[in-house]
């Protein structure tokens, strides 16, 4: 490792504990708890679900089209997980606490970040009236993985660069009509 890189990982690490001590506060610790169990699928599940019961066959295009690029993306991650096996932030470091239990060992790239952006820019795609609420949930979801401990930023951001080239690629494959 060079010096930039060992600068750049310093500089992040000490955002990582930053971040997670901004968590020790009862009320970010809940709000952040609350995002990231959403972020787990609930929060996904219940969009296709809504998108079905409220606009019927194109609402089922819309859901079928999130859950082919969900998929994808679990299997991506999984696979860059394993690949990488970078240590989470709270296995790294005593003093960073995982302030919610990890879903897996590894950290990058974040599978909630992954997930919520690949959906949000296709279901953006399909109703973009639903940017008030996506975007910042999305938002939400992305910085609960730092604050809770499971993530460092750059997890993060690679997950949000990943999200966007697979939603990309998904909409490309079976564009958005009507």
């Not at 991506?76 to 990488?84: G, I, M």
């Not at 401990?149 to 009507?178: F, K, R």
Request: some cysteine; overall charge positive; hydrophobic content about 55%.
């Amino acid at each position: 490792m060079n010096a930039r890189t060992r600068q750049l990982a310093s500089r992040e690490h000490g955002w990582c504990l930053a971040a997670n001590r901004w968590g020790a506060r009862g009320v970010v610790r809940a709000w952040f708890r609350m995002i990231s169990r959403l972020g787990d699928g609930a929060f996904w599940y219940a969009l296709m679900a809504g998108l079905v019961l409220f606009d019927g066959w194109r609402g089922l295009d819309a859901s079928a089209h999130l859950a082919a690029t969900g998929v994808v993306a679990l299997i991506l991650y999984r696979k860059l997980k394993r690949w990488t096996k970078r240590p989470r932030p709270c296995a790294a470091d005593r003093r960073i606490q995982a302030w919610i239990a990890p879903l897996d060992e590894f950290s990058f790239p974040s599978g909630h970040t992954l997930h919520a952006v690949s959906f949000t820019v296709v279901a953006l795609a399909h109703y973009p009236v639903l940017a008030w609420v996506l975007l910042p949930f999305t938002a939400c979801v992305a910085i609960s993985r730092v604050v809770l401990g499971l993530h460092y930023p750059s997890d993060v951001l690679a997950a949000t660069a990943i999200g966007c080239a697979l939603a990309s690629l998904s909409l490309w494959i079976a564009p958005v009509t009507g």
